[in-house]
């Protein structure tokens, strides 16, 4: 495979030199990328380039094994390792929000979790855009459309993996990312699961029904016939590579989108090129377009907004500051970023099995990979995290508690809207409408404040020499529906210098009441019937040693260990502009006549889950919009050219 690859750079060479046209141009070859760019290559007549940083890496033991998540080169030189600034809510630590740097994305390191969030959640998507094409009905298409599911076997359905057909893409000819269910399974899961139940959690016939807030065994985005992970490279390159319509480069980092001098009227700017590095060159390439091709960001929340405001679109401020001499104001570019923040509760065990030996144990874990190489079985046939609930309010809040929390979340609204929106009265008034139909979520029990979920090993914040040689389990307890909205943006003109990113964790009350309380609830999981029978005593928060109360002590306890989760969005949100969005519901820049994005940045409210499958869900439907606009512009061209033969 890699052999092609460098011929492809060969021929881009050629391909740029003679000036041959490109329809669309895409800046980053990701999970939202890769998608929407592989479908609109399905037509014969349309030429479509992807951009690319990082290398092609599915042939890395790391990537296709779904037991070595993170290990090798997953955490190293395929991860962008982005640097939040000091965090003034987690005492001034600077936090790593990871994106995958090779081309497939973050799917090609990623942990495979592949549930969805709640509808009401995508609901609100409709609703602040007053557009019921971005709802949960009329958005299962395309995550169906997305996917090719292999219904769970015998031994997966005996430890508890389930589905709904209907929610589900089963047509091999149409799906691409392949889904299904791991090969190995701890007791501890089950037991976790019954605990669950017992303490009030729904049983989830299928935790992508749209009502993930219950308790059930999550699918993966694993290939069911090999038990390898299946990466957006894996469902939306590989089977496309040969075709001549569809070209991609890798090691290829743009660095900005080059504007035609005719632009910037009442039609907007028109991009009419895209700048990009080879990497070890110093001379930049740039790839020229014409008026009517597009190109389409899709670097991911942290990536898109860069090369925007590198190409001098963005809050002008901002941008002058940071040595770019701006061509378009547009304010709000880069704000409204909001991540998950991780957590984990931590106790001794005395289970029979657990996943620590082969933290700890090499010639155990070189058994273990032999098995899966052999067998497709054992500890490396899965990645952790496999049993996992949304955690509805009820759960972890009594009446009053609530009550007293979203009274307090009405009457500051407009504080923190306004503290949240960089002096940006339009964003001001967006977050206003996302708080307040978060309120309303709440009211509703269907916020979906958290996710927990069970690791039978050692899953938290110490290092293997700083922690007791022991036995573990651990839930992890996850910020999810965050109120807290930050920003990411450049403070340089250089495309190798990493932007600025400030995802404002914990900077709203109501998330900081929300994961105290969730660590609360998986303590006492760990001490409930049937759980508490492996039980051997916390290990991590511990006991409190603080003269505050419990609540404080856990406070401080995760000031200092919370982790980002790796799902930043929302920084190009798709917004109306007179409440601070970046693109429209069809995905273009506002201000822009022939710029789209298609990635996570574009999720104008945060969804609680692992959002892959929702970045599937948005490149699938975007592709969409593009075809029928692309149909509707050649209908027009064609009704143009006929009209004066009429006359
Ligand atoms: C460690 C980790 C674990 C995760 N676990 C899960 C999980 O278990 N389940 C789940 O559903 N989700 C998980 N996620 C989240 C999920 O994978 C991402 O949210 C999703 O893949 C993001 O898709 P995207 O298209 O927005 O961006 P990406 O897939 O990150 O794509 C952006 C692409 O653009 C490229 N790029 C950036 N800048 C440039 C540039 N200037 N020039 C050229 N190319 C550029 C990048 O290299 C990358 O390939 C995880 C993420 C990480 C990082
Ligand atoms: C991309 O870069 C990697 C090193 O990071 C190298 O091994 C690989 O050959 C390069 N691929 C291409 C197509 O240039
Ligand atoms: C993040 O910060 C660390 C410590 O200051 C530094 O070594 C590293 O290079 C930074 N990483 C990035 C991608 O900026
Ligand atoms: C964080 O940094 C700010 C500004 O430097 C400082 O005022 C504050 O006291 C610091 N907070 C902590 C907990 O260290
Ligand atoms: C919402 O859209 C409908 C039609 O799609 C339109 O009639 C209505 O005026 C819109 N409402 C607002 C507040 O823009
Ligand atoms: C797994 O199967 C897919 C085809 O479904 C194939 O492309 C891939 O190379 C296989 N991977 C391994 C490691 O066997
Ligand atoms: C090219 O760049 C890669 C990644 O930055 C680096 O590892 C490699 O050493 C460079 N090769 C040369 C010949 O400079
Ligand atoms: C941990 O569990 C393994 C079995 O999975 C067992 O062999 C080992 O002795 C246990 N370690 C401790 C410290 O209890
Ligand atoms: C190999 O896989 C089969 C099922 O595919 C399973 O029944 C068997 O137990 C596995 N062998 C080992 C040694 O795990
Ligand atoms: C909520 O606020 C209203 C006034 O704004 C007050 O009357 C009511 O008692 C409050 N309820 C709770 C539970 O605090
Ligand atoms: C632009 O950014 C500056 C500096 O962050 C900020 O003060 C200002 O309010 C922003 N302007 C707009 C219109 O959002
Ligand atoms: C409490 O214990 C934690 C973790 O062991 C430690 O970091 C902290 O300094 C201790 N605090 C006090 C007040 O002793
Ligand atoms: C626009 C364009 O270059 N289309 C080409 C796509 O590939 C087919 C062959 O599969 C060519 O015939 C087209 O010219």
Redesign the pocket.
Same mark, same amino acid.
């Given at each position: 495979m890699m052999p092609s690859l460098t011929s492809v750079v060969a021929f881009l060479f050629y391909l740029t030199q003679t000036s041959l046209g490109y329809d669309y141009v895409f $800046?980053? !070859?990701?999970?939202? !990328?890769l998608t929407a760019a592989s479908r609109l290559a399905e037509n014969r007549n349309v030429n479509v380039l992807v951009?690319? /940083?990082?290398p092609y890496a599915e042939d890395l033991p790391e990537v296709f094994i779904p037991g070595l998540f993170?290990k090798g080169r997953a955490?190293t030189d395929l991860?962008?390792k982005y640097n939040t600034t000091a965090q003034g809510q987690m005492n001034n630590r600077t936090l790593i929000v990871?994106?995958?740097? /090779?081309?497939?994305?973050?799917?090609t390191?990623?942990?495979?979790?592949?549930p969805r969030a709640p509808e009401e959640q995508y609901d609100v998507w409709g609703t602040l855009n007053n557009d019921s094409s971005w709802t949960w009905n009329a958005l299962l298409p395309f995550f169906k459309k997305s996917e090719i599911f292999t219904p769970p076997n015998e031994f997966q359905a005996s430890n508890g993996a389930q589905y709904l057909p209907e929610f589900h893409g089963l047509d091999p000819r149409v799906g691409r990312v392949k889904v299904g269910f791991p090969n190995f399974f701890f007791p501890q899961s089950e037991l976790w699961e019954k605990t669950a139940l017992h303490l009030g959690f729904r049983a989830s016939p299928d935790l992508t029904n749209g009502e993930p807030d219950a308790v059930g065994v999550s699918p993966n985005?694993i290939d069911a016939a090999n038990n390898t992970r299946c990466s957006?490279a894996c469902a939306y390159y590989t089977p496309l590579k040969d075709k001549p319509n569809f070209t991609v480069i890798t090691n /290829?980092?743009?660095?900005r989108i080059i504007w035609s001098s005719a632009g910037n009227g009442s039609s907007g700017l028109i991009a009419s090129g895209v700048e990009?590095f080879l990497q070890n060159q110093t001379e930049p390439i740039v790839v020229n377009i014409g008026p009517q091709s597009e190109v389409i960001l899709?670097?991911?929340?942290i990536?898109s907004p860069?090369?925007l405001e590198l190409s001098g679109v963005g809050n002008s401020t901002i941008l002058k500051a940071a040595g770019v001499e701006p061509v378009l104001d547009h304010a709000t570019v880069g704000e409204n970023l909001a991540d998950h923040l991780h957590s984990w509760v931590t106790a001794f065990t005395n289970a029979s099995v657990t996943g620590d030996p082969i933290l700890q144990d090499p010639i155990f874990a070189q058994q273990q990979l032999d098995l899966w190489f052999k067998n497709r079985t054992g500890f490396y046939s899965g990645?952790s995290g496999k049993t996992l609930a949304i955690v509805p309010p009820s759960l972890i809040f009594t009446d009053s508690e609530l009550k007293r929390l979203l009274n307090e979340t009405s009457a500051d609204l407009l504080r923190f809207a306004r503290e949240f929106s960089n002096g940006n009265k339009n964003l001001a008034k967006g977050i206003e409408a996302q708080h307040k139909l978060a309120l309303k979520l709440y009211e509703a029990d269907k916020a979906g404040p958290l996710e927990m979920n069970l690791s039978p090993f050692y899953n938290g914040p110490k290092p293997l020499d700083q922690r007791p040689r022991s036995n573990f389990t651990s839930i992890a307890v996850v910020l999810y529906a965050p109120l807290s909205r930050g920003r990411s943006h450049i403070n340089s003109p250089n495309?190798f210098t990493p932007p600025l990113v400030d995802p404002a964790y914990w900077s709203h009350p109501l998330d900081v009441a929300a994961h105290v309380a969730g660590i609360k609830l998986a303590r006492k999981m760990m001490q409930s019937p049937p759980l508490s029978s492996i039980y051997g005593g916390e290990f991590e928060p511990g006991s409190n040693n603080s003269t505050g109360d419990e609540d404080t002590f856990i406070k401080d306890f995760l000031k200092g260990v919370a982790g980002g989760d790796?799902?930043p969005v929302g920084t190009m949100a798709m917004l109306p502009r007179d409440l601070g969005g970046v693109v429209d519901t069809d995905l273009k820049v506002y201000g822009i006549r022939n710029v789209r994005v298609v990635?996570?940045?574009i999720i104008p409210f945060p969804v609680s /889950?692992? $959002?892959?499958?929702t970045?599937y869900m948005i490149g699938e439907r975007a592709a969409d919009i593009i075809k029928h606009d692309l149909q509707r512009s050649r209908n027009e061209q064609s009704i143009a050219l006929d009209s004066p033969l009429k006359l």
């Open positions: $800046i980053g !070859g990701g999970t939202g !990328g951009l690319e /940083a990082g993170g955490f991860d962008w990871r994106a995958g740097r /090779a081309l497939g994305g973050s799917s390191i990623n942990g495979m979790i592949f985005s957006a /290829a980092t743009v660095s990009y899709s670097a991911g929340t990536g860069k090369v990645a495309p790796n799902h990635d996570a940045s /889950a692992h $959002i892959s499958s970045v």
